[in-house]
């Protein structure tokens, strides 16, 4: 398996320059509690990218560090995003370099209105630029541009998650990073979310994706992370992952035919993979 | 809901020909007030055009950027001394106002770095601490409040046909309506969008560019150049300053015109500074009973109008444009 993983990776990453390398990166929290532990992990240009895990894999605070939001972390290890290191810079020169990043509560100017958001994601823009990248934003969510005027925090939440990446959208990402983006959404409303992704993905935009909707994010994710306790344990093309056994098992709810617990021990039995 | 079609629309102040005809008028009513009215209101006229200053760049602060300083008062009084000094040594109003302001500021930024760390609460601790600390610094030395004498500071002559009130009338007239222009402008400006990104939900706005340690301390010195300014003003006003008139209370002063105002509101800034002004007047005979006023009224204003004057005005706006139909 893991050699599958192995060739194939080689063969992408002779494709396609590296977009986003981090090495061995370690975070801690409080100066003693590792949630991220030795972490690696690459990211090519143009195609979009899925890291699931469990809860408190330190999926999130994966995200955080890459956007710098983690005062003096990483602690140990290096990323780099197209050849120049960007760890430990300050948050606004990450969102500079073209990483933007989307939050799990999705980060919204709640009191303002729709277009207040979206102007606020325009901040130090100029030029006819601005113009076609807001029209690119109301032809894929057509719905804001309807709802213009109405207050940030009155949207449902599928708009919300819509306002958040169009927001993002207008700051020209070279990598996007979502956190959660089907978190407490009806499924039709997740899929048509994620339909929107695919469309930001065919402009060239790199997406990178956490989600503990397995299903979902396997559906357009090019290439998969499996995180466990701060680390990668398992990579692979969408596909691979999909035919693991351990993945079928533990994250897409399929082979469990036998006793509901049979799933908790093999993963207790599999923690350290 | 009228859309704005181009960007020299959207840099105008007044987009409408009628609020214009509004404002105008208000302005002239305004500007004639010494002819129909008696000295003893044109100088409560100047006191709010003084305050104004002051309360807009609280308001900045407050209402835009969202941090919470208690020390307001701090800086007014490192203002008006510094005014006062340098009016002292013979230095021309104009530019001992203008130093009064800068180095209010100064001071400003740094008592804007505590609010790179600390929020809300916490903030307004800090803050309220440098306010009580700059107060009992200017109390305890004889060489920076100048003793018990206080100082004493050469006021305005009078200009041309106008006695010693208009005088005064018109120089806080044009010196509040030029803030009043300046915060219009700070405000619709890429810096006023990166006070209130800040404002409301500071991770979004580092996400999107905003870089907080610049804006926050920016925030700060604009908002304590302001209050310096006035400071200065008030210095020149009144011809000689003590310590004791930059105590806590004048803190007070300062949140309850921002809040009875409406937060976030330019116009806010102006009614509420009159509000701080005119109520003491008005009971001038029970001066007890001004603290008491000011708490109810920001507990009304809180529960029953939490955009303050200006948001009442709004609303009255919105009503008679929709009159009779709703």
């Known amino acids: ?273 | 809901m009228d859309l704005i079609q181009s960007y020299s629309e959207e840099l105008k102040l007044i987009r409408k020909p009628w609020t214009k005809v509004w404002v105008w008028g208000l302005v002239l009513a305004v500007f004639l007030l010494p002819t129909y009215t008696t000295d003893a209101v044109v100088y409560i006229a100047t006191m709010v055009f003084m305050l104004t200053v002051g309360v807009l760049g609280q308001n900045l602060l407050i209402g835009f950027t969202g941090q919470i300083s208690f020390g307001q008062a701090g800086f007014l009084a490192i203002g008006a001394f510094t005014f006062g000094h340098l009016s002292m040594l013979g230095v021309p109003w104009a530019l001992a106002l203008v130093a009064a302001g800068v180095m209010a500021g100064i001071f400003g930024f740094l008592v804007g770095f505590p609010s790179l760390r600390l929020k809300g609460p916490y903030l307004a601790i800090a803050t309220l601490g440098f306010g009580v600390a700059v107060y009992q610094i200017f109390a305890n030395s004889p060489v920076l409040s100048g003793g018990r004498m206080g100082l004493t500071i050469q006021k305005l002559e009078e200009f041309w046909f106008l006695n010693m009130e208009q005088t005064y009338f018109y120089l806080y007239f044009i010196i509040a309506g030029l803030f009043v222009l300046l915060t219009y402008n700070i405000v619709s400006s890429y810096m006023g969008r990166a006070f209130i990104a800040i404002r409301d939900n500071d991770i979004a706005a580092e996400v999107l560019g905003v870089s907080l340690t610049r804006y926050k301390l920016l925030s700060f010195a604009i908002s304590s150049f302001y209050v310096g300014v006035q400071g200065g003003m008030l210095a020149l006003l009144l011809g000689y300053l003590e310590p004791n008139m930059f105590t806590f209370l004048t803190t007070i002063d300062f949140l309850v015109a921002v809040i009875v105002g409406g937060l976030a509101l330019v116009e806010g800034s102006i009614l509420g500074a009159a509000f701080v002004v005119i109520i003491p007047q008005l009971l001038s005979e029970y001066k007890e009973a001004v603290p008491f006023i000011y708490g109810v009224a920001i507990i009304l204003v809180l529960i029953f109008q939490p955009l303050g004057l200006a948001g009442m005005w709004l609303k009255m706006r919105l009503y008679f444009r929709h009159w009779p139909f709703r």
């Open chain 1, 1 to 273: 398996m893991s050699q599958v993983a192995e060739t194939g990776r080689e063969q992408l990453a002779a494709d396609k320059p590296p977009l986003l390398k981090i090495a061995n990166i370690e975070t801690l929290y409080f100066d003693r509690i590792y949630a991220l532990h030795g972490l690696t992990l690459t990211i090519r240009e143009k195609e979009i990218f899925a890291v699931l895990g469990p809860n408190g894999a330190g999926k999130t605070t994966l995200l955080k560090t890459v956007a710098g939001l983690l005062k003096d972390q990483p602690n140990k290890g290096t990323i780099e995003f197209e050849g120049r290191r960007i760890h430990r810079l300050a948050p606004e020169r990450i969102s500079g370099r073209g990483i933007v990043f989307v939050p799990e509560d999705r980060g919204l100017f709640r009191e303002l209105t729709v277009k207040e958001n979206l102007e606020i994601g325009c901040w130090g823009r100029r030029g006819k630029e601005v113009k076609d990248d807001l029209e690119f934003v109301y032809e894929l969510f057509p719905i804001l541009a309807e709802r213009g005027e109405q207050q940030a925090e009155t949207l449902s939440g599928g708009q919300q998650q819509m306002l958040a990446i169009a927001r993002a959208l207008l700051r020209r990402p070279k990598l996007l990073m979502l956190d959660e983006p089907s978190l407490g959404l009806a499924p039709l409303v997740a899929r048509s979310v994620y339909d929107a992704l695919v469309k930001i993905a065919e402009i060239g935009t790199t997406i990178l994706l956490v989600e503990q909707n397995a299903k979902l994010a396997f559906s357009i994710a090019d290439y998969g992370y499996i995180m466990e306790a701060g680390r990668i344990v398992l990579e692979g093309t969408s596909a691979e992952l999909q035919e693991n056994e351990d993945v079928q098992e533990l994250y897409l709810g399929l082979g469990g035919d036998e006793d509901s617990s049979k799933g908790w021990r093999l993963y207790k039995k599999r923690r350290t993979w």
